[in-house]
């Protein structure tokens, strides 16, 4: 469910910065920044990066589902979905001379993510899997966090934005255990003192 969520972004923000600037191939690409040997990305190379750089579970209050069934005499206990909050980093790796279109890609993000930062059924039926809603918001990261984030990513700053990406239905829709409901009162059972 999250690699669609993120595809999903990524296809969207590939959709307009194409229309944007008559592009013809596509200028955002879902990646890490650098491989497992410390090397860049090759693919990576005059693109606008969308990495994952942390999840977190929303806090939501904890609650079973419960649903009894007077057929069977059974209650089926289930656990609630599962919201999570996914900090997507997005970073504009233009080397060399070319800064300044770093800079410009990503400030037409930025626009693209103020402008739509809903994404629903209605506004992207293209929208995979379980998903019902993402809602973008840039994540302020302070100088200290900053540093700290890119020193664990690559070591090496680019002109890069924070954004959460929330929330993402996740819900297994499984059923935990099947219990018999208890009924009426046995004598033989003493509460403890």
């Known amino acids: 469910m999250l690699h669609h969520a993120m595809q999903h972004i990524t296809a969207s923000l590939n959709r307009y910065l194409r229309g944007r600037f008559d592009l013809p191939q596509d200028v955002a690409v879902m990646s890490g920044i650098l491989d497992q040997d410390g090397a860049v990305e090759t693919q990576i190379h005059n693109k606008l990066v ?17 649903e009894s069934s007077r057929e069977t005499g059974l209650t089926s206990i289930g656990f609630p979905p599962i919201h999570l909050n996914a900090y997507l980093l997005v970073s504009a790796y233009f080397p060399g001379s070319n800064y300044a279109e770093a800079l410009k890609f990503i400030s037409y993000a930025a626009l693209f993510f103020q402008g739509n930062p809903v994404f629903t059924r209605e506004n992207s039926p293209d929208l995979e899997g379980d998903i019902e809603k993402i809602v973008m918001d840039i994540e302020n990261l302070n100088l200290r966090d900053l540093s700290s984030l890119w020193s664990v990513v690559s070591g090496r700053y680019l002109p890069s934005i924070v954004y959460k990406m929330r929330i993402i239905t996740l819900d297994s829709r499984g059923i935990g255990k099947q219990v018999t409901e208890l009924s009426g009162t046995d004598p033989s059972v003493r509460r403890s003192p």
């Open 50 to 66: 969308v990495s994952l750089v942390n999840l977190e579970k929303e806090q939501v209050p904890a609650a079973f589902i419960r």
